[in-house]
């Protein structure tokens, strides 16, 4: 008798190790969800036109993020302004920063050119939608 329940209890263990092995998948899926670093499902540009604030706020030469609108904004030359979605094209993710002229994405490391929209680094391969950008009356308009 104690082969038939040492068998029963080894099967048991396996039981519990696949189990534990898919909670674990899981969490790991969920680590690379997008749910805390998306918009969710909002589109990733803008369906009105939406107020970002000061065009001060962008420096000539340089570029904001404006992550709340799933925007980044740049200054090429004082008075012009580009426009692009913050929205990763892998696997929607918003930007979370620019550096040295270079929009990351947090989840899967994708580089962007806040300039031009362009990818410096997979695993994205299609660039930054562009966003139309307007100032008026020294306030940022997208959309």
Do not use: W
């Amino acid at each position: 008798m104690p082969a038939p329940q040492s068998a029963a209890r080894r099967t048991v263990l396996k039981g519990a190790a696949a189990l534990a092995g898919a909670a674990g998948a899981g969490v790991t899926l969920a680590a690379c969800s997008t749910e805390t670093n998306s918009g969710g499902n909002t589109p990733a540009t803008p369906t009105a036109p939406v107020e970002l604030g000061a065009a001060a706020d962008v420096p000539v030469g340089g570029a904001k993020l404006y992550r709340e609108q799933k925007l980044i904004v740049s200054c090429p030359a004082e008075g012009r302004y580009t426009a692009f979605s913050a929205q990763c094209t892998h696997a929607g993710c918003v930007l979370d920063k620019i550096v040295e002229g270079q929009g990351n994405c947090p989840c899967h490391g994708s580089r962007f050119d806040v300039a031009t929209g362009k990818v410096l680094r997979g695993p994205a391969s299609a660039p930054l939608p562009a966003v139309p950008v307007r100032a008026e009356n020294g306030k940022l308009i997208a959309g």
